[in-house]
């Protein structure tokens, strides 16, 4: 043996060991991050809300065609010009196999899709821009589709509106290789910080999370399940919070006073009510009422509707005493604060004092 193939068996004796200890390493620090994330429940790890798709306040479902918006799934917006294409979301039933304490997740159909159309997206925008700003962030979240496809991962610092702002600052784009069985996936992004930037003086500045979609010529559909955003480059366990702190959580960005399972729509029928309150003055005479929200809002510009539970009319009081209505456009808000909103109604034909008055409302300022 020449010194030199000995010198070259040694160097890849050393490289093999090194890389042996560099994965030893790796597997020790998971298996640290994972006990502390065990031990640390409660932290708020995850700065995503409903990441495990528990909370569906505005229904289980919802078709889309162009642009989007909110409509399933809390915290969660899709977005896109798709022309002709309808984009359905639906709640998946759990348990959902290969994926830990999993009920639910979130299905995105892309139904008549058009080619030439832009992305079609779903993300969410995490309140305050100074979220993660400067640091190493990773995204996990599990996920499968109808046959292989490839998604786009990017993380946004969006400034907000209101004044002079600084642009929209985006990470680059990671494509994932995504297959027809439930697996976790992974990626790790480097945020800029934010020092010098000019954020609105509206509020509404915030970091998104988007997963972008492929355009296909045929319909085709891709789940996804607990979606976890976390600082530092190794993906630990997924976090789980109990289901009425997401749904508090949700709600400072949504709230509504129909009960669970009941449409958001009017017409639901009087029993369904779920805001009632006494009549304070008698048919055809003006009232003030005021509703405390149950958790505050994000600002005082939430935008309030309201909608009749007896007749499918909104922006009416409905009488659940006598089963009379007011007419469309008799009620209407007259202020609100973070913490209430007030409104003004009429009261509907045949009220008297005392009588049950219901109405249902929505509450949303998300971002």
């Not at 709640?91 to 639910?104: D, H, L």
């Not at 993380?155 to 642009?167: A, K, R």
Request: charged residues 15%.
């Amino acid at each position: 043996m020449t010194l030199e193939s000995a010198i070259a068996d040694q160097t890849t004796a050393v490289t093999a060991l090194t890389q042996a200890v560099n994965n030893k390493m790796e597997a020790i620090d998971l298996l640290v991050a994972n006990k502390v994330s065990s031990l640390g429940s409660g932290t708020f790890k995850n700065k995503l809300i409903n990441g495990n798709f528990d909370i569906w306040q505005r229904g289980t479902s919802k078709d889309w065609t162009i642009n989007g918006g909110y409509g399933s799934a809390d915290r969660w917006c899709f977005g896109s010009g798709m022309g002709p294409a309808t984009v359905s979301f639906s709640q998946t039933t759990g348990p959902i196999e290969k994926v830990p304490s999993a009920r639910y997740g979130l299905r995105v159909q892309i139904k008549n899709p058009d080619v030439s159309a832009p992305t079609p997206w779903l993300k969410q925008n995490i309140e305050s821009v100074a979220s993660f700003a400067g640091c190493k962030v990773t995204l996990s979240f599990y996920m499968r589709a109808d046959v292989a496809r490839t998604i786009y991962l990017s993380l946004e610092q969006v400034f907000g509106s209101g004044g002079v702002t600084s642009e929209l600052s985006a990470t680059a784009i990671q494509p994932v290789q995504i297959t027809s069985e439930w697996k976790k996936y992974s990626a790790t992004f480097d945020l800029p910080a934010i020092v010098g930037k000019k954020l609105g003086s509206n509020g509404d500045d915030r970091l998104g999370v988007c997963f972008n979609f492929p355009v296909a010529a045929s319909t085709y559909f891709i789940d996804i399940a607990q979606v976890q955003l976390e600082e530092g480059a190794i993906a630990t366990a997924f976090e789980q919070r109990p289901i009425g702190l997401e749904l508090f959580l949700c709600q400072r960005y949504f709230e509504k006073s129909f009960v669970s399972g009941v449409p958001i729509q009017a017409g639901n029928g009087l029993p369904s009510g779920g805001f009632c309150f006494p009549a304070l003055v008698p048919a055809g005479q003006s009232c003030l009422h005021q509703v405390k929200y149950a958790v505050q809002k994000r600002n005082n510009n939430t935008a309030v509707t309201f909608f009749s539970p007896g007749v499918a009319a909104v922006s009416s009081v409905s009488n659940w005493s006598k089963g009379t209505h007011a007419a469309t456009g008799t009620i209407s808000t007259l202020s609100k604060t973070e913490m209430y909103f007030s409104f003004n109604f009429i009261a509907p034909p045949l009220t008297v004092l005392g009588d049950n008055l219901t109405v249902e409302w929505t509450a949303d300022c998300e971002l």
